[in-house]
């Protein structure tokens, strides 16, 4: 996504042409908020206040310096570790309490129902991950960010990113192994 | 040997677990409604437009130009008030 353009015409004055950031980056921005443990509500507060500060901060983003979604991308993730370190001293998150996990009175197929099953259970092995673990991972599967813009929003090497990484799905693994064991 | 559910928890990872709920863009586009433009750009905007305000490289010109003109100043002050003593005592 060329932002360059899109800058040009806020800086006219058109403000709808933001409007081609959010729906470009929101899809990705919700995808990293899930991977770092985030509820949907919780999700959709942290992604608006996200674009929000990314708006008002545009002015600082130098397209020389950082390509667009590596700069959009540190916000979010600071943000978010803001916010859940936060909330962990608060103790008001504790593990899946506003899940979308309500019960649907409809019948579903098995498979259906198995993938829900895994899928929260890996919400919640996330959730047992240290939280600079979980952003380096959530980041890993924005599509718009290579591994040396991972390190740029990391503070880390390329190679530090990836040794980081390994081990963290080696844990990933191991935790939902031992997840999976406690269930049978 | 690889674990056969690697490119299922790969999967699962990269489609993530939330949804885009309906009306996001709008919501957030309201917001961005109230706020006024951001700051460096319209700063930027009103340089390129005005003739009041000089350019950033001409700014830095500015203010390397006072600076010096300042310690010249303050250098012409400091001998002027040696030559003062001087003069002072070579009288006395």
């Known amino acids: 996504m060329d932002i360059i353009p899109i800058i040009n015409r806020i800086k006219a004055g058109d403000r709808s042409a933001y409007a081609a950031v959010i729906r470009h980056y929101q899809r990705p921005l919700f995808g990293f908020l899930g991977r770092m443990g985030l509820s949907q509500a919780q999700a959709e507060d942290m992604a608006q206040e996200a674009f929000l500060r990314a708006w008002q901060k545009l002015g600082e983003f130098d397209p020389k310096r950082a390509v667009f979604a590596t700069w959009l991308f540190t916000l979010a993730r600071n943000l978010t570790l803001n916010e859940l370190a936060r909330a962990s001293i608060r103790q008001e998150l504790t593990l899946g309490d506003d899940l979308p996990d309500a019960v649907d009175p409809q019948p579903q197929p098995l498979d259906a129902l198995l993938a829900g099953e895994r899928v929260q259970r890996l919400q919640a092995v996330l959730r047992q991950l240290p939280l600079d673990d979980r952003s380096i991972l959530a980041l890993a599967y924005v599509e718009e960010l290579d591994m040396a813009a991972i390190g740029r929003i990391e503070g880390c090497s390329t190679g530090a990113v990836k040794t980081r990484l390994y081990r963290i799905r080696e844990k990933l693994r191991q935790l939902l192994a031992t997840s999976l064991e406690k269930q049978i | ?92």
Do not use: C, H, Y
């Not at chain 2, 299922?8 to 586009?29: H, I, N, S, T, W």
């Open chain 2, 1 to 92: 040997m690889s674990d056969p559910q690697e490119p299922l928890l790969d999967k699962e990872l990269a489609v993530g677990f939330l949804e885009v709920p309906d009306g996001f863009e709008q919501r957030v586009m309201a917001r961005i409604g109230l706020e006024p433009l951001p700051e460096g750009l319209a700063e930027r905007s009103a340089e390129r437009v005005g003739w009041a305000r000089p350019g950033r490289r001409a700014r830095r010109w500015i203010e390397w130009l006072a600076l010096i003109g300042g310690t010249l100043v303050g250098l012409l002050q400091l001998f002027a008030f040696i030559f003062g003593v001087w003069t002072t005592s070579n009288l006395s």
